[in-house]
T-cell receptor, first 117, second 114 residues
């Protein structure tokens, strides 16, 4: 079964450092998402991406965050200068369609745990 | 704004007994509702969804959910719980706009005891 893969599974970084989290969505999917889950809390939407541009972003997704799809397969989330409160599990997800029988079924990766010291 | 609420942080049930995990929603327009499950150190896995049609939706691993428009609820159910069903369960609703994002509830931990 196709899956979304994320790397690294765990990254530890110092506050103020840049971090790039990588995702390979399912190959025929068109819609891409990043979510965040702080330990023990709910899964929060960060950003959606379609047709090589951001389609929606949340209040959490401030200027420290950016996304890109550099080569048509990878989908990356960059945090420019990490803060302690960025420590969380980051999930990438992708979806094929927004309408019809498969509408909105997001397939999630296993996540990248980011620890900021 | 679209939102879902899961009123229980944890549900405990004995193996073999029926289980219910509750979810209520608030949406403008027709709701697209989902249930996902998260096992420890894993991503979220899709269980089932309601978009239109029959109010009783069947999904993976023997789970089902009942859409109730008058009560704005979408409770997850299973007739006979297994210990392996123990996990974190999230209800979700499609967000407004046309980006396909999902908005998740706070999650309910299901503990099935032998």
């Amino acid at each position: 079964e196709p899956e979304v893969t994320q790397t690294p599974s765990h990254q530890v970084t110092q506050m103020g450092q840049e971090v790039i989290l990588r995702c390979v969505p399912i190959s025929n999917h068109l819609y891409f998402y990043w979510y965040r889950q702080i330990l023990g809390q709910k899964v929060e939407f960060l950003v959606s991406f379609y047709n090589n541009e951001i389609s929606e972003k949340s209040e959490i997704f401030d200027d420290q965050f950016s996304v890109e799809r550099p080569d048509g397969s990878n989908f990356t989330l960059k945090i420019r200068s990490t803060k302690l409160e960025d420590s969380a599990m980051y999930f990438c997800a992708s979806s094929a369609v927004l309408a019809g029988p498969g509408a909105n079924v997001l397939t999630f990766g296993a996540g990248s745990r980011l620890t900021v010291l | 704004a679209q939102s879902v609420a899961q009123p229980e942080d944890q549900v405990n049930v004995a193996e073999g007994n029926p289980l219910t995990v509750k979810c209520t929603y608030s949406v403008s327009g027709n709701p697209y509702l989902f249930w996902y499950v998260q096992y420890p150190n894993r991503g979220l896995q899709f269980l089932l969804k309601y978009i239109t049609g029959d109010n009783l939706v069947k999904g993976s691993y023997g789970f089902e959910a009942e859409f109730n428009k008058s009560q704005t609820s979408f409770h997850l159910k299973k007739p006979s719980a297994l210990v392996s069903d123990s996990a974190l369960y999230f209800c979700a609703v499609r967000g407004s706009g046309n980006t396909g994002k999902l908005i998740f509830g706070q999650g309910t931990t299901l503990q099935v005891k032998p």
